[in-house]
């Protein structure tokens, strides 16, 4: 591998000389030098888009990553024209172009530096590869921390290391591993309280360094393509992030199955095997919606197959396992065998749709199949035509599919060289600058299939490798793990760095991919997982014959197991609440400590806690035979979920962590719906909801989301959403609603459950009226009662 430093032995650096002219048009300015030419866009008052031509002239401004609905708001802005520089002015920041070398310092209105560049944008000639390797660096300011970066798996906080992206089969990968599988070049940095962001949208291998080489200097690079990116300014982590996900775009709403849990292996087969699986998971009353077909369902491993003797009757099948709430996704590899009589080798072959190496041959290569070609899905006609070849899955029965393989993943070869050739929607490139995107384009032709022939219904498309953007159209898993502690922790951190990267559709294969976790490591990863949007075990298990469920380890870890996965269906209406805020404004829903307490330092290089939607502190066991955990708790007030103890934030404090229990606290002032469990989502009519609310003394808003749970009914205005508004004094609690309301729930009825009042109650009011029937709980003094669903006052004095 190449080392790069900043006196690397390319050829010599080049840095942009004296501003000749500029101009702007409409929010667009140019600056011109001599041979550089720098473009600044004004997206909005707190986004602005960066972009040089090194050598005069600009490549085509195109991108997998960007969404096409961002909108730009640039509500005022404008340029002032000093002796030393140029200042674009917004509403909330000042951009100092320096005249005699266009490096660009980026402060707040009061003049505060954000982000300010060291050498700036720089290049070099790429002599062996053609083109250029473009620069920026920028300088690191006092006590600056950084986040974002995808799915490394190291410490959250990046400052010191020096990471790439270039998607990889990691098999087995350890704590610092990299490049893993996912390309998203898009970090955070935070100083004195102030965040910002930067996204630089090239395709090509890029690669950062947060003050590794140098300690006040981070700078990033790519080995071709355009100095391209996108600075963010918070101040807030979660602003930026908001930002960022609008940037690149977020998801529709997936179907509300799955949120539940998901059971996969290497591989469930024959059919009785699946059936089998299945009914367990019914005789033990463990909730369960998603079953998982691996690779070995297919018929000698070719795409879109069936192995007719494993799997007689696919659609027989799949419809019995529906009518016990299961929901079946298979696996679809990009490989597609060598042979002659294979319908999809052969439509491919005459159409030109595999991808060929320089010189013209195929670029062919071995996986699981044998010898495979691979479709170009960098091509629209290509990814057309895949979208196409879902017909006959969705025809069976299938409700979603896993893309493996996909960084390109070739055994022997690692991936494909970089001189394989690809259409790059028509610019014709070679895999230097198709390699980040290949997955990413396979994931999305994938789900574009998958929507035109589920429809009414949702799809659900989980795929390893990925650009950024992807979440628009996928969910992702952190890859081939291992039964290890340590795997527990890099799977909680990989979720909270992906979840801020855009991508908070993501989980990791619960209990290790490889190796045999025991019954302790499971449960407690259980745990964990049942914070993820996505929660999924799998293993690769067909060689041992080692069982992976949740009944593998023994009664008393089953019975915690269970009450953790019945836990995540009770909190469904919170899960499905907290996706429809990210769907909506680009929220993350795994929220990093520091994103939600930035101006607390001890949450900087927190990794052991984070918090899952607006209410809940999640703070995971992570060590065998941990008897009790010191947790950090932002300011504020909290309640332990298990117990209704209050604690006062800003300290750290250390709780006891049993076996069935996992540090989990309550944001007081919270409102929290839950469902009653059940063993799949929609198993029985809803009748009632609960309602927990914890009680504060400072105003606090919470919020419901509801609607179909599948279809498209919410896109027409078919959802509710209800505001919870808490407004309680030591002698009086108070719930205000306001909502929107549009949709019908099945359910007619409320249970509230009130934790922490400061006061014996005697008096509940719902809207004005009395409700004379209510339970106060001896021990937990929790207060509970039934409201008609219409209510939107109550009262309790
Ligand atoms: O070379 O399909 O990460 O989840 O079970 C291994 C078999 C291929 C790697 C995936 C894993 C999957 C496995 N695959």
């Given at each position: 591998?190449?080392?790069?430093?900043?006196?690397?032995?390319?050829?010599?650096?080049?840095?942009?000389?004296?501003?000749?002219?500029?101009?702007?048009?409409?929010?667009?300015?140019?600056?011109?030098?001599?041979?550089?030419?720098?473009?600044?866009?004004?997206?909005?008052?707190?986004?602005?888009?960066?972009?040089?031509?090194?050598?005069?002239?600009?490549?085509?401004?195109?991108?997998?990553?960007?969404?096409?609905?961002?909108?730009?708001?640039?509500?005022?802005?404008?340029?002032?024209?000093?002796?030393?520089?140029?200042?674009?002015?917004?509403?909330?920041?000042?951009?100092?172009?320096?005249?005699?070398?266009?490096?660009?310092?980026?402060?707040?209105?009061?003049?505060?530096?954000?982000?300010?560049?060291?050498?700036?944008?720089?290049?070099?000639?790429?002599?062996?590869?053609?083109?250029?390797?473009?620069?920026?660096?920028?300088?690191?300011?006092?006590?600056?921390?950084?986040?974002?970066?995808?799915?490394?798996?190291?410490?959250?906080?990046?400052?010191?290391?020096?990471?790439?992206?270039?998607?990889?089969?990691?098999?087995?990968?350890?704590?610092?591993?990299?490049?893993?599988?996912?390309?998203?070049?898009?970090?955070?940095?935070?100083?004195?309280?102030?965040?910002?962001?930067?996204?630089?949208?090239?395709?090509?291998?890029?690669?950062?360094?947060?003050?590794?080489?140098?300690?006040?200097?981070?700078?990033?690079?790519?080995?071709?393509?355009?100095?391209?990116?996108?600075?963010?300014?918070?101040?807030?982590?979660?602003?930026?992030?908001?930002?960022?996900?609008?940037?690149?775009?977020?998801?529709?709403?997936?179907?509300?199955?799955?949120?539940?849990?998901?059971?996969?292996?290497?591989?469930?087969?024959?059919?009785?095997?699946?059936?089998?699986?299945?009914?367990?998971?019914?005789?033990?009353?463990?909730?369960?919606?998603?079953?998982?077909?691996?690779?070995?369902?297919?018929?000698?491993?070719?795409?879109?197959?069936?192995?007719?003797?494993?799997?007689?009757?696919?659609?027989?099948?799949?419809?019995?396992?529906?009518?016990?709430?299961?929901?079946?996704?298979?696996?679809?590899?990009?490989?597609?065998?060598?042979?002659?009589?294979?319908?999809?080798?052969?439509?491919?072959?005459?159409?030109?749709?595999?991808?060929?190496?320089?010189?013209?041959?195929?670029?062919?290569?071995?996986?699981?199949?044998?010898?495979?070609?691979?479709?170009?899905?960098?091509?629209?006609?290509?990814?057309?035509?895949?979208?196409?070849?879902?017909?006959?899955?969705?025809?069976?029965?299938?409700?979603?599919?896993?893309?493996?393989?996909?960084?390109?993943?070739?055994?022997?070869?690692?991936?494909?060289?970089?001189?394989?050739?690809?259409?790059?929607?028509?610019?014709?490139?070679?895999?230097?600058?198709?390699?980040?995107?290949?997955?990413?384009?396979?994931?999305?032709?994938?789900?574009?299939?998958?929507?035109?022939?589920?429809?009414?219904?949702?799809?659900?498309?989980?795929?390893?490798?990925?650009?950024?953007?992807?979440?628009?159209?996928?969910?992702?898993?952190?890859?081939?793990n291992?039964s290890?502690w340590?795997h527990l922790?890099?799977a909680a951190?990989?979720?909270?760095?992906?979840?801020?990267?855009?991508?908070?559709?993501?989980?990791s294969d619960i209990g290790g991919?490889?190796?045999?976790p025991?019954?302790e490591l499971y449960t407690r990863w259980i745990q964990l997982a049942s914070?993820h949007?996505?929660?999924?075990t799998?293993?690769?298990?067909?060689?041992?014959?080692?069982?992976?469920?949740?009944?593998?380890?023994?009664?008393?870890?089953?019975?915690?197991v269970?009450?953790?996965?019945?836990?995540?269906?009770?909190?469904?209406?919170?899960?499905?609440?907290?996706?429809?805020?990210?769907?909506?404004?680009?929220?993350?829903?795994?929220?990093?400590?520091?994103?939600?307490?930035?101006?607390?330092?001890?949450?900087?290089?927190?990794?052991?806690?984070?918090?899952?939607?607006?209410?809940?502190?999640?703070?995971y066991v992570n060590?065998?035979?941990?008897?009790?955990?010191?947790?950090?708790?932002?300011?504020?007030?909290?309640?332990?979920?298990?117990?209704?103890?209050?604690?006062?934030?800003?300290?750290?404090?250390?709780?006891?962590?049993?076996?069935?229990?996992?540090?989990?606290?309550?944001?007081?002032?919270?409102?929290?719906?839950?469902?009653?469990?059940?063993?799949?989502?929609?198993?029985?009519?809803?009748?009632?909801?609960?309602?927990?609310?914890?009680?504060?003394?400072?105003?606090?808003?919470?919020?419901?989301?509801?609607?179909?749970?599948?279809?498209?009914?919410?896109?027409?205005?078919?959802?509710?959403?209800?505001?919870?508004?808490?407004?309680?004094?030591?002698?009086?609690?108070?719930?205000?609603?306001?909502?929107?309301?549009?949709?019908?729930?099945?359910?007619?009825?409320?249970?509230?459950?009130?934790?922490?009042?400061?006061?014996?109650?005697?008096?509940?009011?719902?809207?004005?009226?009395?409700?004379?029937?209510?339970?106060?709980?001896?021990?937990?003094?929790?207060?509970?009662?039934?409201?008609?669903?219409?209510?939107?006052?109550?009262?309790?004095?």
């Open positions: 591998m190449q080392v790069e430093t900043s006196s690397s032995k390319y050829s010599a650096k080049h840095y942009p000389d004296t501003i000749r002219s500029w101009k702007k048009e409409g929010n667009y300015f140019s600056f011109y030098t001599s041979e550089t030419i720098l473009e600044v866009r004004v997206i909005s008052d707190k986004i602005i888009r960066f972009r040089y031509a090194s050598d005069g002239t600009f490549q085509r401004d195109f991108s997998y990553a960007t969404s096409d609905t961002l909108e730009e708001f640039p509500i005022a802005f404008g340029i002032k024209e000093w002796e030393e520089n140029f200042e674009i002015y917004t509403n909330c920041i000042k951009v100092l172009i320096a005249r005699d070398n266009l490096r660009v310092t980026i402060t707040d209105l009061t003049g505060k530096v954000i982000n300010e560049d060291e050498m700036g944008f720089h290049w070099q000639h790429y002599l062996q590869k053609g083109g250029k390797i473009v620069y920026c660096s920028k300088l690191i300011q006092e006590g600056e921390v950084f986040y974002g970066l995808g799915d490394k798996p190291t410490d959250l906080n990046l400052r010191g290391k020096r990471l790439e992206n270039y998607g990889t089969d990691a098999y087995g990968f350890q704590k610092d591993t990299d490049p893993l599988y996912r390309n998203i070049p898009f970090y955070y940095g935070l100083h004195e309280g102030i965040g910002y962001g930067i996204f630089f949208d090239n395709t090509f291998r890029t690669i950062f360094d947060f003050g590794k080489e140098r300690d006040n200097v981070c700078s990033f690079w790519a080995r071709g393509g355009e100095m391209n990116y996108y600075f963010i300014y918070g101040p807030d982590l979660m602003e930026v992030a908001e930002q960022y996900t609008r940037i690149t775009g977020t998801p529709e709403l997936p179907p509300i199955w799955t949120l539940g849990y998901h059971q996969c292996r290497w591989s469930y087969y024959p059919e009785k095997k699946v059936r089998d699986i299945a009914a367990e998971f019914r005789q033990r009353q463990i909730p369960c919606d998603v079953i998982y077909l691996d690779i070995d369902y297919m018929d000698g491993f070719r795409c879109f197959t069936w192995n007719n003797e494993y799997f007689p009757d696919p659609v027989a099948m799949i419809k019995d396992l529906a009518a016990e709430g299961f929901k079946v996704v298979v696996i679809i590899d990009p490989g597609i065998k060598v042979d002659q009589d294979y319908n999809i080798y052969q439509e491919g072959i005459k159409n030109n749709y595999f991808c060929k190496r320089a010189d013209g041959a195929l670029m062919e290569g071995d996986v699981w199949p044998g010898k495979c070609v691979f479709p170009d899905f960098t091509n629209p006609e290509v990814r057309d035509w895949w979208a196409g070849l879902f017909k006959g899955l969705a025809e069976t029965g299938v409700r979603g599919v896993w893309n493996d393989m996909n960084e390109p993943a070739v055994f022997e070869m690692g991936s494909f060289p970089e001189d394989v050739r690809h259409d790059y929607d028509g610019e014709e490139v070679s895999h230097r600058k198709a390699h980040n995107v290949y997955g990413h384009l396979m994931s999305k032709s994938t789900a574009a299939g998958l929507k035109r022939y589920l429809m009414p219904h949702r799809p659900f498309v989980i795929t390893r490798s990925c650009y950024s953007g992807a979440q628009r159209w996928s969910s992702v898993w952190t890859g081939d291992v290890s340590e922790w890099l951190v990989q979720c909270q760095r992906l979840s801020v990267s855009g991508i908070s559709f993501t989980g991919f490889i190796g045999e025991d019954g914070f949007p996505l929660m999924r799998h293993s690769a298990s067909n060689e041992t014959g080692f069982n992976q469920e949740p009944w593998s380890f023994g009664e008393e870890y089953e019975a915690v269970k009450k953790f996965i019945s836990l995540r269906y009770q909190l469904l209406p919170y899960f499905y609440t907290t996706f429809w805020q990210y769907a909506q404004n680009g929220t993350p829903m795994i929220r990093p400590l520091a994103f939600v307490a930035q101006h607390e330092e001890e949450t900087h290089d927190c990794t052991h806690e984070f918090m899952f939607g607006d209410s809940l502190l999640i703070s060590e065998a035979g941990m008897k009790e955990k010191e947790v950090y708790l932002p300011k504020g007030t909290w309640y332990s979920y298990w117990n209704d103890e209050t604690y006062t934030g800003g300290q750290h404090v250390t709780v006891p962590t049993p076996l069935d229990e996992m540090p989990l606290f309550v944001k007081a002032g919270a409102v929290i719906p839950f469902y009653p469990v059940m063993q799949y989502t929609g198993e029985h009519q809803l009748e009632e909801i609960i309602l927990e609310a914890w009680y504060s003394d400072s105003i606090t808003k919470s919020t419901l989301y509801e609607d179909a749970g599948d279809h498209y009914g919410y896109k027409n205005g078919q959802y509710n959403i209800i505001r919870y508004k808490q407004q309680s004094t030591p002698k009086q609690f108070w719930l205000k609603k306001q909502y929107y309301v549009n949709y019908e729930t099945s359910y007619t009825r409320v249970r509230v459950k009130v934790h922490g009042l400061p006061f014996t109650p005697e008096l509940i009011l719902g809207d004005g009226q009395a409700i004379s029937s209510f339970t106060l709980h001896p021990e937990t003094k929790v207060l509970e009662f039934v409201t008609e669903k219409g209510v939107e006052e109550i009262i309790i004095k």
